[in-house]
C-alpha cells in the first residue's frame, strides 16, 4: 500500500529541471510532498486535496491526477539548496484515521554546481 | 510561533532500559502524529493521538511500545526494554484541526541502543 515514488535517485547539475512522480495502487484523497536533508526533519512543500490541482512554490510545484493515482513534483532551475530527498505522504486510513499518512520509499535528489 | 519541539535530540540507551520520548506540537494543534525512520529509509507511521485520546495506533508494535497525549503537557512516545532493532530517529508532526490539514515536523529524536 506504499506509494511508489520513481526515479529512486537523480543527479543534476544547477539550473536543470526534475520530475519525481509518486504513484498509489489504492484511491487519492490528498497528496503531501516534503524534503528532508540528512539529519534533519522533514520539511513541508505543499499539500494537494484535489485530483487536478496544482500548486506552486517559488520555482517547485506539483500536480495531482486524481484519475491516474498519481502526483508530480517539478523542480525547475534547480538550485543546490533542492538537494536532498522527496517523499510524498498519501492518507491510505480513511475515516478517523485520515491524517496517518504513508510515505513512499524517497527520490534522492542531488544538484551539483 | 514556535514549531513542533522534540526532547531529547538524541537518547542512548542500553539494551533492556527504558526510552521516553517527548513532543510538544506547535502552539494550537491538537493532532499529534508519531513516525519512525530506520537509517536509509522512509517515515513509517506508528501512532495517531488527539488530545487524552488514540485515533490510530496501526503502526506501533503490539509490545513494549506506548504513546499517550494527556491534557496537560507534551505527547510521550514509550519503549520499554529497548532493543538493538529500536535504534532510529523518531519524529513527531502536529497539524491543526482536521486530518486533512498539514503535518508539521519537529526535529527528531535519534534513539541509540547499545
Known amino acids: 500500500q506504499q506509494p511508489v515514488q520513481s526515479p529512486q535517485a537523480v543527479i543534476l547539475r544547477e539550473g536543470e529541471d526534475a520530475v519525481i512522480n509518486c504513484s498509489s495502487s489504492?484511491?487519492?484523497?490528498?497528496v503531501h510532498w516534503y524534503r528532508q536533508k540528512h539529519g534533519e526533519a522533514p520539511v513541508f512543500l505543499m499539500i494537494?486535496?484535489?485530483?487536478?490541482e496544482q500548486k506552486g512554490h517559488e520555482k517547485i510545484s506539483a500536480s495531482f491526477n486524481e484519475k491516474k493515482q498519481q502526483s508530480s513534483l517539478y523542480l525547475t532551475a534547480s538550485q543546490l539548496s533542492y538537494s536532498g530527498t522527496y517523499f510524498c505522504?498519501?492518507?491510505?486510513?480513511?475515516?478517523?484515521?485520515?491524517?496517518?499518512?504513508?510515505f513512499g520509499q524517497g527520490t534522492i535528489l542531488t544538484v551539483h554546481p | 510561533n514556535a514549531g513542533v519541539m522534540q526532547n531529547p535530540r538524541h537518547l542512548v540507551r542500553r539494551r533492556g532500559q527504558e526510552a521516553r520520548l517527548r513532543c510538544s506540537p506547535m502552539?494550537?494543534?491538537?493532532?499529534v502524529y508519531w513516525y519512525r525512520q530506520l537509517p536509509e529509509e522512509g517515515l513509517k507511521f506508528m501512532v495517531y493521538?488527539?488530545?487524552?485520546?488514540?485515533?490510530?495506533e496501526s503502526g506501533m508494535p503490539k509490545e513494549r511500545f506506548s504513546a499517550e497525549f494527556p491534557k496537560e503537557g507534551p505527547s510521550i512516545l514509550r519503549i520499554q526494554q529497548v532493543v538493538r532493532g529500536d535504534s532510529a530517529a523518531y519524529f513527531c508532526?502536529?497539524?491543526?484541526?482536521?486530518?486533512?490539514?498539514?503535518?508539521?515536523f519537529g526535529p527528531g529524536t535519534r534513539l541509540l541502543v547499545l
Open positions: 508532526a502536529s497539524s491543526p484541526g482536521t486530518a486533512k490539514e498539514t503535518q508539521y
Open positions: 489504492k484511491a487519492l484523497y490528498s
Open positions: 494537494l486535496l484535489k485530483g487536478g
Open positions: 505522504g498519501i492518507p491510505l486510513g480513511g475515516g478517523t484515521s485520515y491524517g496517518k499518512l504513508t
Open positions: 502552539k494550537g494543534h491538537s493532532h
Open positions: 493521538l488527539q488530545k487524552e485520546n488514540i485515533i490510530d
